[in-house]
């Protein structure tokens, strides 16, 4: 069955057929040159034509993870991809990552242990996979809420504190509930939308998303399941961990008092390495049936020395200010590079490089598009001759309302494109317009496909859709402030600032 989401899933079998490809068929550790604009290309085929799994592809950088992963979607579809990110925050730093980024943590940890859940790849930059994985990373597991099942309110609320989500009068952003009688609302941490679980009794009449903006209910659902808003929850073993460091570390006495107390406020997360019982990474939970797909190795080798570098260069100067000595050691948040490259050696490896290691090595001959606006004509005479030799062209929209536009733009430069979203449709020689974001272009001469994107057709920039983090809490704001010092308030003019006072409610600190 075609799978819409999907659309570019046939071209997998296609690109297979490449004899770079054929060449390291079977091989438990291969290297394959291919040129960066055919790398989802590849990627995809590799993925869709191996029985391994998960199979794990490691990027230098979390930017390029997160575009493989996005252009990885139009290819194997949005449930088969995950992307885990790395914390924002700098080690040491006394801010909490974004929700989205910690609950998105926490769900491909789920998932890669979950039978029926468990995605098709994961993609991940190299800071990602050298972080040391929190306690209760690998154990706990999402709140299911299904309509028609029992559950009971209270220990939901408790649960979701627990979770570490914010009690509030309204859910406005993600790591946010509210309680109304028998209605609760809640804004997962890795969901674009909020739910509405209403109750009757101890059961779940209905489920649905809501807007923000208004309030109101939207659309029903069946299930839906809420992951943690924090990463470092007070699992076992950490509350005591944390009150065993007053005395052994009595320079962070007070960020200790209030871990050791259950206590969930800004900036926790920079703890994590001295509360971690063993250093963890992903790659210890892939099993050996997994596929580890390196793309330029050699530059995730650089990157991680230059990361656990600076590390160390954050620990010496905080050393002072925290009243350490600066030749004491602090734990680290990331492991060696070693760790990370000798794990791969229990797994299947493939290493992608930009260009072949030798004349006769494995690869994958491809080039790009570049902008096409400003050579309408020439670009057209290209497309007939791909046309006449049964070439596949796909011109690949950002937006659905895109698609129609594209194909009207595309019969002006005399070519006769058609819209799609059938993956056999588009499998076959012709040219298609379908909604499939991509950040670049390819052509590949041996498998006759050519992908142009839209933003290589318009010549504008692409841009890509960042989610809404929350803003800083009040307490970061007014970090600068020292007591006795003036401020000017909006409303009441001048004043003298005498500090920040916090207090616990429902168990969060605020």
Request: charge should be negative.
């Amino acid at each position: 069955m075609s799978d819409s989401t999907a659309p570019l899933s046939s071209l997998t079998d296609i690109a297979r057929t490449e004899p770079g490809i054929e060449a390291i068929a079977g091989k438990r550790d291969a290297v394959l040159a291919v040129p960066e604009v055919a790398r989802a290309t590849v990627l995809a085929a590799l993925i869709n034509n191996t029985s391994r799994r998960p199979v794990i592809v490691a990027a230098p950088t979390g930017t390029m993870a997160q575009s493989i992963a996005d252009d990885l979607i139009s290819f194997l579809g949005p449930d088969a991809v995950e992307f885990f990110p790395s914390w924002e925050t700098l080690p040491f730093e006394r801010v909490s990552p974004a929700v989205f980024t910690m609950g998105s943590r926490m769900r491909t940890m789920w998932r890669l242990r979950t039978a029926n859940e468990s995605p098709k790849v994961v993609v991940a930059g190299t800071r990602a996979l050298l972080q040391k994985l929190a306690p209760g990373a690998t154990t706990v597991d999402p709140i299911r809420v299904s309509v028609g099942t029992s559950m009971d309110i209270d220990a939901l609320c408790e649960q979701l504190v627990h979770f570490g989500y914010r009690r509030e009068t309204i859910a406005e952003h993600r790591g946010e509930f509210a309680r109304r009688g028998a209605i609760v609302d809640i804004f997962p941490s890795t969901d674009d939308e909020p739910i509405r679980i209403d109750m009757w009794g101890d059961e779940v009449d209905r489920l649905s998303h809501f807007t923000v903006a208004d309030q109101r209910s939207t659309t029903d659902i069946a299930t839906a399941l809420v992951f943690p808003a924090r990463e470092l929850l007070f699992v076992d073993g950490v509350k005591e961990r944390a009150g065993a460091l007053v005395a052994t570390d009595p320079w962070g006495r007070e960020q200790w008092e209030r871990l050791s107390e259950g206590q969930i406020f800004d900036g926790m997360e920079s703890w994590l390495p001295w509360l971690t019982e063993k250093d963890e990474l992903l790659t210890d939970h892939i099993g050996d049936d997994a596929l580890m797909i390196m793309i330029e190795p050699r530059r995730m080798g650089d990157r991680a020395r230059d990361l656990l570098a600076e590390e160390d260069d954050l620990a010496r100067a905080l050393a002072s200010s925290w009243a350490r000595d600066e030749n004491v050691t602090f734990p680290r948040l990331h492991v060696e590079a070693d760790r990370l490259f000798s794990d791969t050696t229990r797994t299947s490896t493939i290493s992608l490089v930009p260009t072949a290691e030798s004349v006769d090595g494995p690869s994958v001959p491809a080039s790009g598009w570049g902008p096409i606006v400003h050579e309408p004509t020439s670009f057209a005479r290209r497309v007939n001759e791909m046309l006449n030799d049964k070439w596949r062209v796909i011109v690949a929209a950002e937006t659905q309302e895109s698609v129609a536009r594209l194909v009207e733009l595309m019969r002006t430069h005399g070519v006769d494109f058609r819209s799609s979203q059938d993956p056999d449709i588009i499998a076959k020689p012709g040219a298609w317009v379908t909604l499939a974001p991509q950040a670049r272009g390819v052509s590949i001469p041996h498998s006759r496909i050519a992908i142009i994107t839209e933003a290589e057709l318009s010549g504008r920039r692409r841009t890509r859709k960042t989610r809404a983090t929350r803003g800083r809490s009040s307490g970061t704001v007014f970090e600068d402030l020292q007591p006795g010092g003036y401020v000017v308030h909006a409303h009441h003019g001048v004043g003298k600032y005498e500090g920040m006072v916090k207090r616990s409610i429902g168990g969060v600190e605020r």
